[in-house]
């Protein structure tokens, strides 16, 4: 290879770094600056935070969470409400929230895509699932 | 190849070997302050948390709050004195050992009273503080007190 022919290579080396470089920044940014990713944290905080106002409940109650739910997987297991974007197997920005309930307590239910979504509490166990609508646009006897 | 651009061509490659390492630095630095700035964004006050967490140690009769024995009526605000024992604060609030130090740990205090009551991975460290005014059930006498949620924050 002669020194025309080497710094050709070089510079066309260099000109893929700058482009990987400013597409991997840009695509950083766009991933941290996406509102639906802030959308799934916020939702799993605020669910966490509904969890422990049920469980402070001494009795039987149906809530339903204010706000739009329809881009999102919920799942409610043991200790944890993950929230995650539909149809990926794992999502790497799926939101997750931890709680603490008394012993004998159950936490369960998985939502997707729903436009509402309720939380239930019997007994003692609370239950994630969707908003069973009684009359038109109104969600069954929230309290 | 001669000799130039030998020199050259290594000159480059050795630029680009550190180059690479700084261009790595610099995109996960990037990466970690969004993070962080996003996390600012998000974040929801620990006393918010730590309150209705709270809660549930005076209002739920799996917790503290008292509950007849014959009518099974919880009544809310009202703490069970013979339940205000740490046993029934590991019943309420049950969290693992090795996960305790990554979560909210209560010191319950009943202010008249004097009695005090912890969750198992309470060290000492109180972040704040809440307080709630309740009636204190002690055998048939009722009376008014003062419940001192101290709250321990991830160590």
């Known amino acids: ?143 | 190849m001669n000799h130039k651009a030998q020199f050259d061509f290594t000159r480059k490659t050795i630029y680009w070997m550190f180059a690479g390492v700084i261009i790595t630095g610099v995109m996960l630095t990037f990466a970690f302050t969004l993070a962080t700035y996003k996390e600012k964004l998000l974040a929801v006050p620990p006393e918010l948390k730590a309150e209705l967490v709270g809660l549930r140690f005076m209002y739920n009769s799996d917790c503290f709050a008292y509950q007849h024995k014959e009518t099974k009526v919880t009544h809310p605000g009202v703490i069970d004195l013979k339940k205000f024992t740490s046993a029934q604060m590991n019943n309420c609030y049950p969290i693992l050992k090795e996960k305790g130090t990554k979560t909210f740990n209560f010191r319950l205090k009943l202010e008249q009273e004097g009695s005090e009551i912890k969750s198992n991975s309470y060290y000492n460290k109180d972040d704040f503080a809440i307080f709630k005014e309740v009636l204190v059930k002690k055998g048939d006498e009722i009376t008014k007190d003062r419940l001192i949620i101290y709250v321990q924050e991830k160590i």
């Open chain 1, 1 to 143: 290879m002669n020194k025309r022919g080497s710094s050709i290579m070089m510079i066309i080396f260099e000109l893929l770094v700058v482009v990987m470089v400013v597409y991997l920044l840009t695509s950083i940014a766009h991933s941290y600056a996406s509102s639906t990713l802030a959308a799934k944290v916020q939702a799993a905080e605020e669910i966490s935070m509904m969890i422990n106002t049920l469980v402070a409940l001494p009795g039987d109650a149906l809530i339903q969470y204010p706000k739009s739910s329809e881009l999102f997987v919920f799942t409610l297991a043991n200790d944890q409400i993950v929230v995650h974007e539909p149809g990926a197997i794992t999502d790497p920005t799926a939101a997750y929230r931890f709680f603490t309930l008394p012993k004998d307590y159950a936490a369960e239910g998985t939502v997707e895509k729903k436009s509402s979504i309720c939380l239930e509490k019997k007994g003692k166990k609370i239950t994630l699932r969707e908003c069973v609508q009684t009359q038109k646009n109104e969600p069954q006897s929230p309290i």
